[in-house]
Protein backbone atom coordinates (compact mmCIF):
# COMPACT_ATOMS: atom_id res chain seq x y z
CA UNK A 1 0.00 0.00 0.00
CA UNK A 2 0.84 3.41 -0.06
CA UNK A 3 2.25 5.14 3.29
CA UNK A 4 4.39 8.07 4.65
CA UNK A 5 6.54 7.62 7.48
CA UNK A 6 8.12 11.33 8.90
CA UNK A 7 9.87 11.45 12.52
CA UNK A 8 7.15 12.58 15.00
CA UNK A 9 9.17 14.73 17.13
CA UNK A 10 8.81 17.10 18.95
CA UNK A 11 11.48 18.52 17.62
CA UNK A 12 12.70 22.10 19.81
CA UNK A 13 15.39 23.87 18.21
CA UNK A 14 16.77 27.81 19.19
CA UNK A 15 16.26 30.19 16.62
CA UNK A 16 18.77 30.50 13.42
CA UNK A 17 19.21 26.68 14.08
CA UNK A 18 19.06 24.08 10.87
CA UNK A 19 16.17 22.28 10.50
CA UNK A 20 15.75 18.69 8.82
CA UNK A 21 12.50 17.31 9.34
CA UNK A 22 12.85 13.43 7.47
CA UNK A 23 10.39 11.46 5.47
CA UNK A 24 10.07 8.49 3.55
CA UNK A 25 7.32 7.13 1.27
CA UNK A 26 6.08 3.90 0.34
CA UNK A 27 4.06 4.12 -3.12
CA UNK A 28 3.01 2.05 -5.82
CA UNK A 29 3.59 3.94 -9.49
CA UNK A 30 4.97 7.07 -9.24
CA UNK A 31 3.61 9.72 -6.66
CA UNK A 32 3.95 13.67 -6.42
CA UNK A 33 5.29 14.41 -2.70
CA UNK A 34 3.92 17.70 -0.72
CA UNK A 35 5.13 19.28 2.70
CA UNK A 36 2.19 20.95 4.34
CA UNK A 37 2.52 23.29 7.82
CA UNK A 38 -0.50 24.22 10.32
CA UNK A 39 -0.12 26.30 12.34
CA UNK A 40 -2.09 26.86 15.47
CA UNK A 41 -5.67 26.57 15.44
CA UNK A 42 -5.76 26.90 11.85
CA UNK A 43 -6.39 24.45 8.69
CA UNK A 44 -3.06 22.92 6.50
CA UNK A 45 -1.02 25.24 3.81
CA UNK A 46 0.87 24.24 1.53
CA UNK A 47 4.51 24.50 1.97
CA UNK A 48 6.28 23.25 -1.31
CA UNK A 49 5.84 20.54 -3.28
CA UNK A 50 7.50 18.01 -6.44
CA UNK A 51 6.28 15.99 -9.16
CA UNK A 52 9.41 13.42 -9.84
CA UNK A 53 12.36 12.45 -9.20
CA UNK A 54 15.76 15.38 -8.60
CA UNK A 55 12.07 17.65 -8.09
CA UNK A 56 13.55 20.15 -5.55
CA UNK A 57 10.82 21.95 -4.20
CA UNK A 58 11.15 25.26 -2.36
CA UNK A 59 9.38 27.61 -0.50
CA UNK A 60 9.81 31.00 2.12
CA UNK A 61 13.63 29.35 3.06
CA UNK A 62 12.05 25.42 3.09
CA UNK A 63 13.67 22.75 0.96
CA UNK A 64 12.88 19.41 0.02
CA UNK A 65 14.30 17.47 -2.97
CA UNK A 66 12.69 14.14 -4.39
CA UNK A 67 15.04 11.20 -3.99
CA UNK A 68 13.13 8.28 -5.83
CA UNK A 69 16.39 6.05 -4.94
CA UNK A 70 15.93 6.79 -1.28
CA UNK A 71 12.41 7.07 -0.95
CA UNK A 72 12.99 10.17 0.12
CA UNK A 73 11.45 13.96 0.43
CA UNK A 74 13.56 15.66 3.79
CA UNK A 75 12.65 18.84 4.91
CA UNK A 76 15.14 21.53 5.50
CA UNK A 77 15.59 25.12 6.42
CA UNK A 78 18.88 26.64 6.89
CA UNK A 79 17.71 29.23 9.79
CA UNK A 80 14.29 29.00 11.38
CA UNK A 81 12.70 31.93 13.05
CA UNK A 82 9.83 31.27 16.38
CA UNK A 83 7.11 32.16 13.34
CA UNK A 84 8.35 28.91 12.37
CA UNK A 85 6.74 26.61 14.99
CA UNK A 86 3.75 24.52 13.86
CA UNK A 87 3.25 21.40 12.86
CA UNK A 88 5.15 19.47 9.15
CA UNK A 89 3.05 17.00 7.51
CA UNK A 90 4.63 15.09 4.62
CA UNK A 91 2.13 14.04 2.11
CA UNK A 92 2.26 11.97 -1.00
CA UNK A 93 -0.44 12.02 -3.61
CA UNK A 94 -1.66 9.31 -6.30
CA UNK A 95 -4.29 9.31 -9.07
CA UNK A 96 -3.54 12.35 -9.52
CA UNK A 97 -4.36 14.31 -6.55
CA UNK A 98 -7.52 12.67 -5.64
CA UNK A 99 -5.99 10.49 -3.04
CA UNK A 100 -3.74 12.17 -0.07
CA UNK A 101 -1.58 10.16 2.24
CA UNK A 102 -0.52 11.64 4.83
CA UNK A 103 2.22 11.44 7.60
CA UNK A 104 1.82 11.14 11.07
CA UNK A 105 3.23 15.06 11.39
CA UNK A 106 6.09 16.40 13.09
CA UNK A 107 5.47 19.11 15.79
CA UNK A 108 8.28 21.88 15.87
CA UNK A 109 8.83 24.33 18.25
CA UNK A 110 11.54 27.14 17.65
CA UNK A 111 12.44 28.57 21.04
CA UNK A 112 14.13 32.23 21.24
CA UNK B 1 -9.06 34.16 -4.88
CA UNK B 2 -7.05 31.20 -3.96
CA UNK B 3 -9.03 30.61 -0.68
CA UNK B 4 -11.42 28.05 0.48
CA UNK B 5 -13.95 29.17 3.46
CA UNK B 6 -15.52 27.25 6.21
CA UNK B 7 -18.49 28.16 8.50
CA UNK B 8 -18.87 27.87 11.35
CA UNK B 9 -15.27 28.30 12.83
CA UNK B 10 -16.72 26.53 16.13
CA UNK B 11 -19.64 24.51 16.31
CA UNK B 12 -21.11 22.60 19.92
CA UNK B 13 -23.81 20.35 19.30
CA UNK B 14 -25.73 17.82 22.02
CA UNK B 15 -26.11 14.36 20.37
CA UNK B 16 -29.72 14.46 19.27
CA UNK B 17 -29.09 17.81 17.27
CA UNK B 18 -28.87 18.59 13.55
CA UNK B 19 -26.48 20.48 12.36
CA UNK B 20 -24.20 21.21 8.74
CA UNK B 21 -20.78 22.39 7.94
CA UNK B 22 -20.49 24.72 5.30
CA UNK B 23 -17.88 25.16 2.38
CA UNK B 24 -16.71 27.14 -0.19
CA UNK B 25 -14.17 27.50 -3.19
CA UNK B 26 -14.10 30.06 -6.19
CA UNK B 27 -10.85 28.35 -7.32
CA UNK B 28 -13.10 26.58 -9.81
CA UNK B 29 -11.74 23.48 -8.99
CA UNK B 30 -14.12 20.41 -9.47
CA UNK B 31 -12.73 17.99 -6.60
CA UNK B 32 -14.25 18.77 -2.97
CA UNK B 33 -12.79 16.76 0.41
CA UNK B 34 -13.86 16.39 4.07
CA UNK B 35 -11.09 15.49 6.36
CA UNK B 36 -11.71 14.85 9.88
CA UNK B 37 -8.31 15.60 12.26
CA UNK B 38 -8.46 14.33 15.80
CA UNK B 39 -5.97 16.17 18.13
CA UNK B 40 -2.08 15.58 17.47
CA UNK B 41 -3.20 13.72 14.35
CA UNK B 42 -2.98 13.76 10.54
CA UNK B 43 -6.34 14.58 8.73
CA UNK B 44 -8.37 11.26 7.85
CA UNK B 45 -10.11 11.20 4.43
CA UNK B 46 -14.09 11.24 4.89
CA UNK B 47 -15.22 12.41 1.61
CA UNK B 48 -14.45 13.31 -2.01
CA UNK B 49 -16.86 14.38 -4.52
CA UNK B 50 -15.57 14.90 -8.37
CA UNK B 51 -17.75 16.71 -10.80
CA UNK B 52 -20.54 17.49 -8.30
CA UNK B 53 -20.69 12.99 -7.40
CA UNK B 54 -19.57 11.54 -4.70
CA UNK B 55 -16.50 9.35 -5.69
CA UNK B 56 -14.83 8.18 -2.44
CA UNK B 57 -16.54 7.42 0.96
CA UNK B 58 -14.49 6.18 3.23
CA UNK B 59 -16.44 3.89 5.06
CA UNK B 60 -18.00 6.78 7.00
CA UNK B 61 -20.79 6.44 9.91
CA UNK B 62 -24.18 7.45 8.16
CA UNK B 63 -24.62 10.20 11.02
CA UNK B 64 -22.47 11.80 8.64
CA UNK B 65 -24.25 13.14 5.16
CA UNK B 66 -22.09 14.62 2.74
CA UNK B 67 -23.66 17.08 -0.23
CA UNK B 68 -22.37 18.90 -3.26
CA UNK B 69 -25.20 21.43 -4.33
CA UNK B 70 -22.72 22.82 -7.10
CA UNK B 71 -19.13 23.29 -7.84
CA UNK B 72 -18.20 25.87 -5.48
CA UNK B 73 -20.02 24.22 -2.32
CA UNK B 74 -19.73 21.33 -0.45
CA UNK B 75 -22.25 20.79 2.99
CA UNK B 76 -21.48 18.54 5.80
CA UNK B 77 -24.76 17.32 7.59
CA UNK B 78 -24.59 16.17 10.58
CA UNK B 79 -27.26 14.18 13.06
CA UNK B 80 -26.70 12.08 16.03
CA UNK B 81 -23.22 12.67 16.82
CA UNK B 82 -21.10 10.58 19.63
CA UNK B 83 -19.15 12.58 21.85
CA UNK B 84 -15.86 10.87 19.56
CA UNK B 85 -17.19 13.06 16.30
CA UNK B 86 -15.27 15.46 17.97
CA UNK B 87 -12.53 17.18 16.04
CA UNK B 88 -11.21 19.85 13.85
CA UNK B 89 -13.29 18.60 10.08
CA UNK B 90 -11.49 20.25 7.03
CA UNK B 91 -12.57 20.99 3.61
CA UNK B 92 -10.41 21.05 0.61
CA UNK B 93 -10.22 21.40 -2.81
CA UNK B 94 -8.03 20.78 -6.13
CA UNK B 95 -8.19 20.56 -9.77
CA UNK B 96 -8.94 17.35 -11.31
CA UNK B 97 -6.85 15.33 -14.33
CA UNK B 98 -3.80 15.08 -15.44
CA UNK B 99 -0.96 17.46 -13.44
CA UNK B 100 0.31 18.37 -9.92
CA UNK B 101 -3.24 18.87 -8.36
CA UNK B 102 -2.19 19.99 -4.70
CA UNK B 103 -5.52 20.49 -2.10
CA UNK B 104 -5.69 23.60 -0.94
CA UNK B 105 -7.27 23.54 2.37
CA UNK B 106 -9.64 25.51 4.08
CA UNK B 107 -9.44 26.77 8.10
CA UNK B 108 -11.96 23.90 9.01
CA UNK B 109 -15.07 23.84 11.72
CA UNK B 110 -13.60 22.96 15.28
CA UNK B 111 -16.85 20.54 16.27
CA UNK B 112 -17.63 19.43 20.07
CA UNK B 113 -20.40 16.98 20.86
CA UNK B 114 -21.89 17.40 24.22
Known amino acids: GNSVTQMEGPVTLSEEAFLTINCTYT??????LFWYVQYPGEGLQLLLK?????DKGSNKGFEATYRKETTSFHLEKGSVQVSDSAVYFCALSINYGQNFVFGPGTRLSVLP | DTEVTQTPKHLVMGMTNKKSLKCEQHMGHRAMYWYKQKAKKPPELMFV???????INESVPSRFSPECPNSSLLNLHLHALQPEDSALYLC?????????????FGPGTRLTVL
Open chain 1, 27 to 32: ATGYPS
Open chain 2, 49 to 55: YSYEKLS
Open chain 2, 92 to 104: ASSQVGQGLNEQF
Open chain 1, 50 to 54: ATKAD
